[in-house]
């Protein structure tokens, strides 16, 4: 199944209504809950102070790396108005990681953080099985908000892109086939969610069906598997995450990598410097296939190393994340906005920087979480060998 993003009334929907619908419901529900708790703080401190209100409160958000440059620059800004709001210091600590590795920090006790935002919300049901392989009898992420949106693409380089005519993975399979040599590349799906979103739609166009629709027996079969490493085969790179593999790409040139599977917003964020550099432009491909949508999910975890202040803070956080100001502050770093209220911005979605307003192609559902696992290791087979990750 595959739904098609359209245009209505000179607006461009990303969601079906019935989606749409129960987005903008989350958001609404989740501005009054904690617009409620923070009017009865505010009420308790005018009141003449609460017992136990901390001077500072200090907590983790650990995010991914094609956020990276959003968030640095949104986050001194919440801090401010926190402390104006609130007269209360907060410190957001950010670390940085590839999904997976967030994963794996997580659960391995290695970072503790009180917030958490993967690249997709596919990944929360795998974080909670996980949890809970663990030992633990609780599920660790209860409750979740989209913060943006953006699109797995094939990031090209304008000058391969117009002597291929490259238009999605079937297209790149095809070339390899024919012994076009070509530099490929896409992060490290066992640390990415944009490497694992890449090698699904790599599998996608290999069998000739949907995300949704791929099963294992798709994953093992081996005229699947030889395309798919056929293609794998002219990677020279594997990134640790998206962003950072974004921005490799953008400072290495066209003579590095020829084409390669990132998010939108990657290119958005890259286009300007590197065209001064090499004076070639980034493009965004947007394959005939379809394309993953990833939301970007906001969590305050459910675990005892979070305290109420955290929590509340962190909450504050997502508001502030949600709000139109910090929404049009994203579409400078190449996101769609989450919150519904916010238009997306021509300014920035438009051929000169590399991307299309609307998104002419299907949109696909993800793969189950079976096929999703089953992906990861997979993958390990089909890949360039002679390549580290």
């Known amino acids: 199944m595959v739904m098609l993003l359209s245009r209505e009334r000179g607006k461009i929907r990303l969601f079906p209504r019935r989606g749409y619908i129960f987005l903008l419901t989350g958001i609404l529900i989740g501005f009054l809950t904690f617009s409620i708790i923070s009017f ?12 136990g209100v901390p001077e500072r409160i200090e907590f983790e958000f650990l995010y991914t790396s094609e956020k990276q440059s959003w968030i640095e620059e949104v986050t001194p800004k919440f ?89 999605g993975f079937s297209n790149l399979i095809e070339l390899a086939k024919k012994g076009v040599e070509f530099k490929y590349g896409h992060p490290d799906p066992q640390l990415s969610n944009g490497g694992t979103t ?38 020279v790179n594997y990134g640790k995450s998206t962003g950072f593999f974004g921005k490799w790409a953008a400072e290495n040139g066209p003579d590095a990598i020829h084409v390669f599977a990132v998010y939108e917003n990657v290119i958005i964020d890259n286009s300007l410097t590197a065209f001064k550099k090499w004076n070639d432009s980034l493009v965004a ?55 519904p209220s916010v238009p997306l911005d021509r300014n920035i979605f438009n051929e000169t920087n590399g991307v299309s307003l609307e998104i002419n192609v299907p949109v696909l559902k993800p793969p ?3 096929v999703l696992e089953a992906i990861l290791t997979v993958w390990a087979d089909v890949k360039n060998q002679g390549l580290q990750g």
Request: net charge negative; proline share 6%; aromatic share 12%.
């Open 198 to 235: 890449a090698v699904v739609l790599e599998f996608t166009a290999a069998a000739g069906k949907t995300p949704d629709q791929l099963t294992i027996e798709d994953l093992t079969n081996e005229t699947v598997k030889e395309a798919v490493r056929i293609l794998e085969s002219m990677a």
């Open 79 to 167: 801090e401010e108005w926190f402390k104006n709001k609130f007269d209360i210091e907060v410190k957001v600590r950010l670390i940085v990681q590839g999904t997976h590795e967030t994963i794996n920090s997580i659960l391995g006790g290695q970072i503790k953080p009180a917030a958490w935002s993967p690249a997709s919300s596919i990944w929360i049901p795998y974080l909670n099985e996980k949890w809970r392989n663990l030992g633990y009898d609780w599920t660790l992420v209860e409750e979740w908000t989209p913060l943006v949106i953006t699109p797995t693409v094939i990031g090209c380089w304008k000058s391969f892109l117009e002597q291929y005519n490259i238009s």
């Open 368 to 370: 189950s979480g079976e």
């Open 40 to 51: 009865i703080f505010s009420v308790s401190m005018e009141g003449g102070g609460v017992i």
């Open 285 to 339: 491909v947007y394959p005939e296939e379809g394309v993953i949508l990833n939301d970007h999910p906001f969590a305050i975890l459910n675990a005892p190393w979070v305290n109420v202040w955290q929590r509340f803070a962190a909450s504050q956080y997502l508001i502030y994340l949600l709000s139109p100001s910090s929404q049009e502050l994203a579409q400078k770093h190449g996101f769609r906005p989450a919150n």
